[in-house]
C-alpha cells in the first residue's frame, strides 16, 4: 500500500486546513485509515482514525474541531482541521491500519499565534 498525503500549510490560529491522502496499491486489504501527528520533541500521537463501515474514533485534543471522512470507493481519506491552535503545529502522517499498517511521508500542518 501507497500513501500519499497532501493539504498542509500554514495558517493562523482559528483557521482551517483540510488534509487529504490516496491509498494505491493493495487497497482491498484496508480496514482502518487515519491520521497520526508527531511535534518536535513529542511521541506519535494518533488524531483520528475511521472504519471502511464509517465508525470513526478522535484523539481527546481534536474532538469537536477535527473531521475525519473517507470515500472508500476512491481510496481517500480527509481530515478537515477546524479552529486550529498553535499546539496542532506537527508533521501529520496518514496511516492504514494501525501503528503495525503503512504511513505516508508525513505534511507539515503549522500553525502561527
Known amino acids: 500500500v501507497q500513501l500519499q498525503a497532501s493539504g498542509g500549510g500554514l495558517v493562523q490560529a482559528g483557521g482551517s486546513l483540510r488534509l487529504s491522502c490516496a491509498a494505491s496499491g493493495s487497497v482491498f486489504s484496508i480496514n482502518v485509515m487515519g491520521w497520526y501527528r508527531q511535534a518536535p520533541g513529542k511521541q506519535r500521537e494518533l488524531v483520528a482514525d475511521?472504519?471502511?463501515?464509517?465508525?470513526?474514533n478522535y484523539g481527546d485534543s481534536v474532538k469537536g474541531r477535527f473531521t475525519i471522512s473517507r470515500d472508500n470507493a476512491a481510496n481517500v481519506v480527509y481530515l478537515q482541521m477546524n479552529s486550529l491552535k498553535p499546539e496542532d503545529t506537527a508533521v501529520y502522517y496518514c496511516?492504514?491500519?494501525?501503528?503495525?499498517?503503512?504511513w505516508g511521508q508525513g505534511t507539515q500542518v503549522t500553525v502561527s499565534s
Open positions: 475511521i472504519t471502511s463501515g464509517g465508525s470513526a
Open positions: 496511516n492504514t491500519d494501525g501503528p503495525w499498517g503503512y
